[in-house]
């Protein structure tokens, strides 16, 4: 007597979590977690001018990202405070040895928007991004699981642009001071402990609030 085969209802039904996992669209993923960095860096940027927390003894006049000169560039500064809302420190070396330095916290001194605002800003858009990218790629029949599995996914955009930032927002004067964001700290908190979890948590909603399978494949094929 030969066992039954698995009907065609039961591998339509999504419950087969290995392979919702395994058909991750890693492109789309790249992309939202790419542009959930972008877009957090122009919102927190924004803060920052409209608050006018920079003043003329922070950055050096022009917008370079490298700035060489006594004072670093202002998108380098920017840089390092969207680093500074993940609770990653700014790394200072000079003659007199290496200190690590809060500067976000440093600034926010002089804000008028309480601190937990700034920091909500990442938190807000991680969120938003797995929600979006969980709402477009799992059908109506995926798990609260499977939503978490697909929003974490956009870490690997995410990571590769905390590390490309790491590197990029960095300053050296011309005595030999440098500063830049701390290396690790930025791929533990900001490239992989928060696109994790928040992002994690954004497919979670997109499940539990009934958003995918009307949006699903918008972004094309899965690779």
């Known amino acids: 007597m030969t066992a039954p085969k698995p009907t065609e209802a039961h591998t339509a039904t999504g419950d087969n979590r290995e392979s919702v996992f395994d058909d991750v669209p890693w492109q789309h993923a790249l992309v939202v977690g790419i542009g959930a960095?972008?877009?957090?860096?122009?919102?927190?940027?924004?803060?920052?001018?409209?608050?006018?927390?920079l003043d003329d003894s922070v950055t050096d006049e022009t917008d370079?990202?490298?700035?060489q000169g006594d004072e670093p560039g202002l998108l380098t500064v920017l840089g390092w405070l969207y680093f500074?809302?993940?609770?990653?420190?700014?790394g200072v070396d000079s003659v007199f040895g290496s200190i690590s330095f809060d500067m976000f916290g440093a600034l926010m001194e002089e804000a008028v928007l309480p601190e937990i605002l700034w920091r909500l800003v990442p938190v807000v858009?991680?969120?938003?991004a797995g929600y979006l990218l969980a709402?477009?790629?799992?059908?109506?029949?995926?798990?609260?699981?499977?939503?978490?599995?697909?929003?974490?996914?956009l870490t690997i955009g995410y990571l590769l642009t905390a590390a490309i930032g790491a590197q990029?927002?960095?300053?050296?004067?011309?005595?030999?001071?440098?500063?830049?964001?701390e290396f690790t700290e930025a791929l533990l908190l900001a490239g992989l402990l928060y696109p994790i979890l928040l992002g994690a948590f954004g497919g979670y909603l997109?499940?539990?609030?009934?958003?995918?399978?009307?949006?699903?494949g918008q972004f094309g094929p899965r690779a």
């Not at 957090?40 to 409209?50: D, N, R, T």
């Not at 500074?84 to 700014?90: I, K, P």
């Not at 709402?135 to 996914?153: N, Y």
């Open 135 to 153: 709402a477009r790629v799992l059908p109506a029949t995926a798990s609260p699981e499977d939503g978490a599995k697909i929003g974490a996914t």
């Open 168 to 181: 990029v927002f960095e300053f050296t004067g011309d005595e030999g001071t440098s500063a830049s964001v």
């Open 206 to 216: 997109a499940v539990r609030r009934g958003a995918t399978g009307t949006t699903a």
């Open 125 to 128: 858009v991680l969120i938003g």
């Open 64 to 67: 370079e990202v490298d700035s």
């Open 37 to 53: 960095f972008v877009l957090g860096f122009i919102l927190l940027s924004g803060l920052v001018m409209a608050e006018g927390v």
């Open 84 to 90: 500074g809302t993940h609770f990653v420190d700014l």
